[in-house]
DNA sequence: GCTTAAAACTTTAAGCTTGAAATATCGTAT
DNA sequence: ATACGATATTTCAAGCTTAAAGTTTTAAGC
């Protein structure tokens, strides 16, 4: 690790009109760092990772249970990877895997007693973290940011380049 | 900043609402849609991964070379990353890895003369990517954007909870 | 010269991630 | 009923990522 003073730009440099592509990297910055503060402090705090996290997370929004491919399509990763991540968390009880009433090929996961318990804790340290990284914003700053970003949103779903595999 | 504002401002990190999250998230989803569409095109366009593509980005903003040290700094990844990334691009002939004439620890990374032309057209094509996913904003909503990311950087930087490892 | 701490780097183990191939099940049109 | 394409999931190989432990070299003090 580079430790927490490496907040520059990954490419900073030419200020040509290359302005898109810097707008692009201080995102990617901006959140890489964020990321990486979360993941160490889960992991030096609670034992755990992000991407337990964000199932744990998932499961708490759906507390009826998710398949699968719910999982994977709410957390924008592969089935292959969902099928990981939850088998560990089913191994240390934090979760539980039944087969679904109706469809044979699907599997309901839900977060056990345990697991909801765990959550609840975690879930708050997040929140503050959070709050604490973001303490440097006004109001109105985070208001804009987020309005913002929603427009981002709308530019990459209209994105010509997107989809022709 | 007005004093009204500053009164309701103090109590933000207890802020019962999880607008922070939202806004974290969205900052989350936005970056890693980006980020999975940019390697799938580079996969699929260039046979490349992203991680390489970023290596010989700094190896070209850099044409007198690079220590391995100075590439995770910059990368903002682990030494151990960047020693097997660079291995694989060394194996493949788009860098050198030369000793270092003044420290016998050290390694000098560089593009090779391949390295440097295939990075020149993966790199123009990233431009333009890019270009096409802000198509959406406008000029003033970009130039926006990177103003309250610029704080952002600010305020993770200012965190307090950051270093107690 | 000798010792020693720090620095640059590599190695290792564990885990995440993906895409492709394999398996099993479902729904439906014969 | 049965054949067939679609759907849900798992498995697998390859690559990325990190932290921790190990190696070699440097530089500073004695």
């Given at each position: 690790m580079t430790g927490a003073s490496a907040i520059r730009?990954?490419?900073?440099?030419?200020?040509?009109?290359?302005?898109?592509?810097?707008?692009?990297?201080?995102?990617?910055?901006?959140?890489?760092?964020?990321?990486?503060?979360?993941k160490r402090r889960f992991a030096d705090?609670?034992?755990i990772t992000l991407p337990r996290f964000d199932v744990m997370a998932a499961l708490d929004r759906n507390p009826a249970g998710m398949t699968m491919g719910q999982l994977s399509?709410?957390?924008?990763?592969?089935?292959?990877?969902?099928?990981?991540?939850v088998q560990t968390l089913a191994r240390d009880?934090?979760?539980?895997?039944?087969p679904s009433p109706t469809d044979g090929r699907a599997s309901i996961v839900r977060l056990t007693q345990l697991g909801r318990e765990c959550f609840t804790g975690i879930a708050e340290a997040h929140h503050e973290w959070i709050d604490m990284m973001l303490e440097g914003l006004t109001r109105d700053q985070r208001a804009a940011l987020y309005d913002l970003l929603g427009a981002l949103k709308i530019s990459l779903a209209d994105d010509k380049g997107k989809e022709q595999p």
């Open positions: 730009e990954k490419h900073d440099g030419e200020m040509v009109d290359r302005s898109n592509v810097r707008l692009w990297l201080r995102l990617l910055t901006c959140t890489t760092v964020i990321e990486k503060r979360l705090q609670y034992g399509q709410e957390l924008l990763v592969s089935n292959g990877n969902v099928t990981g991540v009880n934090y979760i539980s895997i039944a």
